[in-house]
């Protein structure tokens, strides 16, 4: 570990002459960390954090969240500032190389990623054999997956240049996959990916065009979606990042531990919160009904949520949130739409919900979920696309995190342990003796 462990804390178990000193390694910005890995060996105690709220499960000089002051930073640059200037391909190559790239770079890097975009041609065979009416999130994670039995020359994990070659390979067919996924669903035919356009751009091309006529991308709503790209692209130890360090840990390949992040990204809990936000806002249907759903969130026994809102991290308005509401304006402006029932239904529960003691008391903000899901409708993605558009743009984070993972000299296979509340040993009785 680099930080360095100045400070430390000395721990002795009552009734026992065993005590042992925990370091504190200090973050370069944010809370530290005691490094307790000595805990159980000179004390002979575990450490209990279910949902892991108070555990630093690695090192990473990735992505840094300040969830009381809402701020967000990729590589040390404020969201904010990459969002209004930075490009998702960009973002891309800041998270993955740790610093923003020169033009030539750029270049290089763009050219790296956009020559791989295309699916093997047996690829498509896999599509076939879904249920029409799959939803996306199934086909991605078995398409994903499945791309372990494609590419054998670039499956040795611990080659630099064959994760290079993994990561630009998940990245840019990752979007080609999520397209196809709702081609199939609506029976048109699979577009083929335009190297020569955007990543956004060919994306919302190879969802939105047809054989059959011409189709020009609309610049603003190409430049939208990049934005959405740009602030889904990473976020952190959240629970699909940790899912593929975890899968990664184990050595699998890495389309493997992508699959696995996309099957834990897609609970509503996580990822598939922008859905859920758009079922709960057609549910609600109308400004006045807006109360009478609050008390039933409110209410313990209802298990009802209010979706994109709160947040593990965030005890303040989520960054993402804000400069995807601004966004949603914009978008709604471009495509004429002047009075959104939905963004207006969103916006009043927003305010009388950041007005209300219960969401108060308990520090709940909207998170980036709240408004996506409204934008990403008024660009013409069906609600079961959304957590695949989410996948699309996370794939660099998580390849981010499990090349960084794979690098850590400290790297060992994710095991945690657990406080035993089951039978004591017992021995077995019998079917004919048991009364
Ligand atoms: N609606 C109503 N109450 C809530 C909400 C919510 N959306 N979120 C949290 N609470 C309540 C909890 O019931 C709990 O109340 P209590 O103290 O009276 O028991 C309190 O706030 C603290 O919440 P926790 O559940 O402990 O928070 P946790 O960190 O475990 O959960 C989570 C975070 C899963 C995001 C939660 O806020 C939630 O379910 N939100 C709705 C789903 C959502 O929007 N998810 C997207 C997250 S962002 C992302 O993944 C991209």
Same mark, same amino acid.
């Given at each position: 570990m680099s930080g360095s462990a100045k400070r430390s804390v000395t721990i002795t178990l009552d009734g026992s002459n065993k005590s042992v000193s925990i370091p504190l390694i200090e973050a370069t910005v944010g809370t530290p960390v005691f490094d307790i890995r000595k805990l159980y060996g000179d004390l002979g105690v575990f450490t209990y954090d279910? /949902?892991?709220? /108070?555990?630093?499960?690695? &090192?990473?000089?990735? #992505?840094?969240?300040? /969830?009381? &002051?809402?701020? @967000?930073? $990729?590589?040390?640059?404020?969201? &904010?500032?990459?969002?209004?200037?930075?490009? *998702? @391909?960009?973002?891309? $190559? %800041?998270?993955?190389? /740790?610093? @923003?790239? #020169?033009? #030539?770079?750029?270049?290089? *890097?763009? %050219?790296? +990623?956009? !020559?791989?975009?295309? %699916?093997? &041609?047996?690829?498509?065979? *896999?599509?076939?054999?879904?249920?029409? =009416?799959?939803?996306?999130?199934?086909?991605?994670?078995? +398409?994903?997956?499945?791309?372990?039995? *494609?590419?054998?020359?670039? @499956? =040795?994990?611990? =080659?630099?240049?064959?994760? #290079?070659?993994?990561?630009? !390979? %998940?990245?840019?067919k990752i979007p080609t996959i999520a397209a196809w996924a709702y081609k199939y669903n609506c029976g048109q035919p699979f577009m083929y990916p335009q190297n020569d356009l955007g990543y956004a751009e060919n994306f919302l091309y190879m969802f939105h065009a047809v054989p059959a006529e011409p189709y020009k991308v609309n610049p603003i709503l190409a430049r939208a979606m990049d934005l959405i790209m740009i602030l889904h692209a990473d976020h952190e130890q959240n629970a699909s990042t940790s899912t593929v360090r975890l899968a990664g840990s184990t050595g699998a390949n890495p389309f493997a531990c992508i699959a696995a992040g996309i099957a834990s990204l897609w609970g509503p809990a996580h990822g598939g919160a922008n859905e859920a936000v758009l079922k709960m806002l057609a549910e609600i249907g109308h400004v006045k009904n807006i109360t009478g759903f609050l008390s039933e969130v409110k209410d313990k026994g209802s298990h009802t949520k209010l979706m994109g809102f709160g947040h593990r991290v965030y005890k303040n308005y989520d960054p993402r949130a804000k400069i995807i509401q601004k966004a949603c304006h914009e978008v709604l402006s471009e495509l004429g739409i002047k009075d959104d029932p939905l963004l207006d239904l969103a916006m009043e529960l927003e305010k009388i919900a950041l007005n209300d003691k219960y969401f108060v008391d308990r520090k709940l903000y909207p998170n980036v979920d709240f408004y996506s899901g409204i934008i990403l409708k008024a660009m013409g993605f069906p609600t079961s696309m959304f957590t695949a558009l989410f996948a699309v743009s996370r794939t660099v984070g998580w390849i981010s995190q499990w090349q960084e993972m794979i690098a850590d000299p400290e790297q060992r296979i994710g095991r945690p342990r657990q406080i035993y509340t089951g039978a004591p040993q017992r021995d077995y009785v019998p079917i004919s003796t048991r009364g």
């Open positions: 279910p /949902g892991y709220g /108070g555990t630093a499960a690695c &090192e990473s000089k990735i #992505t840094y969240i300040d /969830g009381d &002051e809402g701020i @967000l930073l $990729y590589r040390g640059y404020p969201i &904010e500032q990459l969002a209004e200037k930075s490009t *998702f @391909l960009e973002v891309c $190559y %800041l998270l993955m190389e /740790g610093a @923003l790239p #020169t033009a #030539t770079q750029f270049k290089d *890097f763009e %050219l790296g +990623v956009m !020559r791989h975009t295309m %699916l093997h &041609e047996q690829i498509r065979e *896999f599509f076939n054999g879904f249920r029409r =009416d799959a939803h996306p999130m199934a086909v991605m994670c078995g +398409v994903v997956g499945a791309l372990s039995a *494609f590419y054998h020359d670039s @499956l =040795d994990i611990h =080659d630099p240049a064959s994760r #290079t070659i993994s990561a630009f !390979r %998940l990245i840019a």
